[in-house]
């Protein structure tokens, strides 16, 4: 078995511990669930009453940004598991095995992508039941939910860069939520770039989140022709910007992480 099978090998099994360590602990799960069907109510019966969209409701409207929402702050469970289990020294138990380097992260993330594929699942039945609708294709909209995916895949390895720089739980919670929070509601999850005053209208355009969300919109057809064109090429073209921001967060975060790993586990 050459290295690239053994790294492969060696993920599965640590994807497999992860899945079962969720099945002990159904509470990770719960709240990866149960916390963005609370935003599909809250957004669609509370604040969908009082915001008007040209052309368009504000339930299909709001449904991609809260599953973009939701990718950004899931991707926290991959850096807090890997600070607990750093804490509890599991990483030592692993340096003792003979596996591949890499196993641990490519592992979690992978895990972590199917919690999001649970979570997204979750949110599309709440959202067909508010009166959210796909409107395009079949094909397009399984693009769609792929691309939510990967780039849930890739922001997982941002938050592991983040932990393993941390090494802390407590640390790691604040420093995520703090950067979190602005980087999804400085976008255009919730409401019109456009509508956003001069400089935090070019943040928001340029947020690689909004560009997530556009693209999910355009993919499930929750669009409209009455509503303002956005200037800003991210947001012309969505879905290239996300292939883009996807493949920049990998090529940067995933050697990165390793190689922080090596350092935590070396210590």
């Known amino acids: ?30 709240g990866v669930i149960i916390l963005p069907i609370v935003f599909v109510l809250l957004f669609a019966y509370v604040f969908g009453s009082m915001m008007s969209l040209p052309g368009m409701s504000y339930q299909e409207y709001m449904i991609p940004g809260i599953f973009v929402q939701t990718i950004v702050t899931s991707a926290q469970i991959t850096g807090y598991t890997l600070t607990l289990d750093l804490q509890k020294g599991i990483f030592d138990r692993f340096r003792t095995l003979p596996m591949s380097p890499s196993a641990v992260l490519t592992g979690q993330t992978s ?40 780039f849930a895949y890739a922001f997982s390895w941002v938050t592991a860069a983040v932990a393993l720089a941390l090494r802390k739980p407590e640390v790691f919670n604040n420093i995520a939520t703090i950067v979190s929070m602005p980087l999804v509601f ?10 956003l005053p001069g400089p935090l209208q070019v943040v928001a355009e340029w947020n690689p989140v909004s ?35 996807s493949a920049l967060l ?3 975060f995933v050697p990165l992480s390793i190689r922080l790993y090596k350092r935590a586990v070396s210590q």
Request: hydrophobic share 55%; charged share 15%; glycine share 6%.
């Open 111 to 150: 895990s972590d992508v199917l919690m999001n594929a649970s979570s997204v699942i979750a949110m599309t039945l709440v959202g067909l039941v508010v009166g959210w609708r796909i409107h395009s294709e079949p094909h397009r909209a399984v693009l769609g939910f792929l691309l939510l995916l990967l």
């Open 250 to 252: 990998l090529v940067v």
């Open 186 to 195: 400085l976008s255009n999850a919730f409401v019109d770039s456009t509508r």
């Open 1 to 30: 078995m050459n290295a690239l099978q053994m790294a492969v090998a060696d993920g599965m099994t640590i994807t497999k511990r992860n899945v079962l360590k969720i099945k002990r602990a159904p509470d990770l799960l719960g």
């Open 211 to 245: 560009a997530v969300v556009q693209a999910a919109r355009e993919l499930f057809g929750n669009t409209n022709a009455a509503m303002p064109v956005p200037a800003a090429w991210p947001l012309q073209h969505a879905v290239p910007a996300t292939l883009l921001w």
